[in-house]
Nanobody, 118 residues
Framework: QLRVVESGGGLVQAGGSLRLSCKFP???????????MAWYCQAPGKDRELVAA???????SYADSVKGRFTISKDNTKRAIYLQMDSLKPEDTAVYYC?????????WGQGTQVTVSS
């Protein structure tokens, strides 16, 4: 069974919305509660960069480019994090990866492609 399962990417027109999901089906619930998690994106020819983060205490932070448009959230009962992406722009086109850090142990999702057409 996969440790991290991402879904939700796709093709959308500018101004549209997508919701990315990242689930951790094999993670013990008490461990999941304590994880800091994030979404990163990587566009072709560019470095992977932080999009949004959420701590175990549910504090959130966002890249300036997505503030007011994207929302990161966490559902402990489902062992999942989400990235609600609204008012999408062509420059949001990238592969999006979820990331988790538990006491220095890190893991990445397999990535999901988001393409925004103009």
């Amino acid at each position: 069974q996969l440790r991290v399962v991402e879904s939700g990417g796709g093709l959308v027109q500018a101004g549209g919305s997508l919701r990315l999901s990242c689930k951790f089906p094999t993670t013990i619930l008490s461990t999941f509660w304590s994880m800091d998690m994030a979404w990163y994106c990587q566009a072709p020819g560019k470095d992977r960069e932080l999009v949004a983060a959420i701590t175990s205490g549910r504090d959130t932070s966002y890249a300036d480019s997505v503030k007011g448009r994207f929302t990161i959230s966490k559902d402990n009962t489902k062992r999942a994090i989400y990235l609600q992406m609204d008012s999408l722009k062509p420059e949001d086109t990238a592969v999006y990866y979820c990331y988790k850090n538990y006491q220095g142990q890190t893991d990445w999702g397999q990535g999901t492609q988001v393409t925004v057409s103009s």
